[in-house]
């Protein structure tokens, strides 16, 4: 067993295969943007249908990073319930991404549906699954939390989330109709292919040596050629790769895992997520289940298949899914694969101003889709038309997080030990 890319399911199922050759020679645009990514991708699309020159460079393939090993689930808001996102930000800001978050399916599905990605959506909702009955107090106040917001949400009893998932492992749950899945490196990958049709520039394999301000434009050298535009989008989160004269993202890296079956039988599939909601759970160590449009069940958690406690997360997922579903007790898994997540201090994304028209925007904290999205449309937006209160988030001129290194240690060590402890409580 591997996380090798190659046996990532979302590659080896991915119908979206745009041309992104690598850069070569010079090209001057009113929009450069550095990774291909979610973030990137939806800025590249919304600049390029505005009317705006547009050239994107990615360091490896379309989609390599997070956003092409992704869960997939289509999320309206952050990790965070939306008080604590007004106490850290204040109420007004806060108001501001709570509702930007909100509408971010929408946008989503929207984009998808306009652009005809071919992508496995399906919008029945999300399962915010309890792990534990103290997990479904946590549940109930962030039903009560969001419903005062007029949320299209509905909190489950035991029984109606057991029958709703299939699994007698949960407690409940909390149903978010806005929300949903898809298969993320092809939507990722339909995005470039519309913001190619719309006229962006789109180069994979080219990663950026130096970005630099040069009078009035950033430059931006590759090995092969160079990018001079009158703005600038960083949008390369937890895959960064370094180069000389602007700032990285600073954040914490984090590790989430997944394991796909084969495709289930028909009968399987009547007791199993018939309505093939997107899950996750309470616990303290998130783990995560959902279906693909093939049928194969996809069990996921925090962890680093390719650290120490890589045989412990493996041996932790097989049990899993016995455990969620005691039919598919000893099932093997076909597809394995690990994606890094940028986490913030407080769970809040960060948009840094890197100096005149330049952004970058990261740390989604295991929220890439909605967020990425709707910070990379509303980035480009806020660039090309010189007005910053178009952003979600109010720009910072630095972000800082401490002991990064030692926190990445802290969360690895943490998952690989509830993960051990597990197979011991059984």
Same mark, same amino acid.
């Given at each position: 067993m591997t996380s090798d890319p190659l046996v990532n399911l979302w590659q080896a199922t991915c119908a979206e295969n745009p041309e992104a050759p690598a850069l070569e020679?010079?090209?001057?645009?009113?929009?450069?943007?550095?990774?291909?990514?979610?973030?990137?991708?939806?800025?590249?699309?919304?600049?390029?249908?505005?009317?705006a020159s547009v050239c994107l460079i990615e360091?490896?393939?379309?989609?390599?990073?997070?956003?092409?090993?992704?869960?997939?689930?289509?999320?309206a808001g952050l990790w965070l319930p939306p008080d604590d996102i007004e106490r850290t930000l204040g109420r007004q800001a806060g108001e501001c991404l709570i509702?930007?978050?909100?509408?971010?399916?929408?946008?989503?599905?929207?984009?998808?549906?306009?652009?005809?990605? %071919?992508?496995?959506?399906?919008?029945?909702?999300?399962?915010?699954?309890a792990h534990?009955?103290?997990?479904?107090?946590?549940?109930?106040?962030?039903?009560?939390?969001?419903?005062?917001?007029?949320?299209?949400?509905?909190l489950l009893d035991a029984n109606e989330a057991r029958a709703r998932t299939g699994s007698p492992r949960v407690h409940g749950a909390l149903h978010d109709a806005r929300a949903g899945t898809?298969?993320?490196?092809?939507?990722?990958?339909?995005?470039?292919?519309?913001?190619?049709?719309?006229?962006?520039?789109?180069?994979?394999?080219?990663?950026?040596?130096?970005?630099?301000?040069?009078?009035?434009?950033?430059?931006?050298?590759?090995?092969?050629?160079?990018?001079?535009?009158?703005?600038?989008?960083l949008a390369t989160n937890a895959y960064h790769?370094?180069?000389?004269?602007?700032?990285?993202?600073h954040y914490v890296p984090v590790h989430f895992f997944q394991f796909a079956t084969?495709?289930?039988?028909?009968?399987?599939?009547?007791?199993?997520?018939?309505?093939?909601?997107?899950?996750?759970?309470?616990?303290?160590?998130?783990?995560?289940?959902?279906?693909?449009?093939?049928?194969?069940?996809?069990?996921? %958690?925090?962890?680093?298949?390719?650290?120490?406690?890589?045989?412990?997360? %493996? %041996?932790?997922?097989?049990?899993?899914?016995?455990?969620?579903y005691p039919q598919l007790a000893g099932v093997a898994f076909e597809?394995?694969?690990?994606?890094?997540?940028?986490?913030?201090?407080?769970h809040i994304p960060r948009i840094v101003s890197l100096g005149p028209d330049a952004l970058s925007c990261y740390g989604y904290s295991g929220r890439g889709i909605g967020p990425g999205v709707t910070f990379g449309t509303l980035a480009a937006e806020a660039l090309l038309n010189d007005d910053m209160t178009l952003l979600p988030v109010k720009p910072v001129s630095a972000h800082d997080e401490t002991f990064t290194a030692a926190k990445e240690i802290y969360y690895e060590t943490g998952a690989t030990m509830i993960h051990a402890l597990a197979a011991r409580v059984g």
């Open positions: 020679g010079d090209v001057a645009v009113d929009l450069a943007i550095v990774g291909g990514g979610f973030t990137g991708m939806a800025a590249a699309l919304g600049a390029a249908e505005a009317g360091a490896r393939d379309i989609g390599h990073g997070g956003s092409g090993r992704n869960v997939g689930l289509v999320n509702s930007e978050l909100a509408r971010a399916p929408e946008r989503v599905y929207s984009l998808i549906e306009r652009h005809a990605i %071919a992508c496995e959506p399906v919008r029945n909702g999300t399962l915010h699954c534990s009955p103290a997990g479904y107090a946590d549940l109930q106040s962030r039903h009560a939390q969001q419903a005062a917001r007029g949320a299209p949400v509905a898809v298969q993320p490196l092809a939507l990722c990958r339909g995005l470039a292919r519309a913001a190619l049709s719309a006229g962006a520039r789109i180069h994979g394999h080219t990663p950026a040596r130096s970005v630099a301000r040069d009078g009035d434009l950033w430059t931006i050298r590759t090995d092969a050629g160079t990018i001079r535009s009158k703005a600038l989008l790769q370094p180069f000389a004269e602007v700032a990285p993202p084969a495709p289930l039988s028909a009968r399987q599939l009547e007791q199993i997520l018939p309505e093939k909601e997107g899950c996750w759970d309470t616990a303290l160590v998130m783990s995560s289940f959902r279906l693909d449009q093939a049928g194969r069940l996809i069990v996921g %958690a925090m962890g680093n298949l390719d650290g120490p406690g890589g045989p412990v997360h %493996a %041996a932790w997922a097989r049990r899993m899914l016995g455990r969620l597809h394995t694969w690990c994606g890094r997540i940028a986490m913030t201090g407080d």
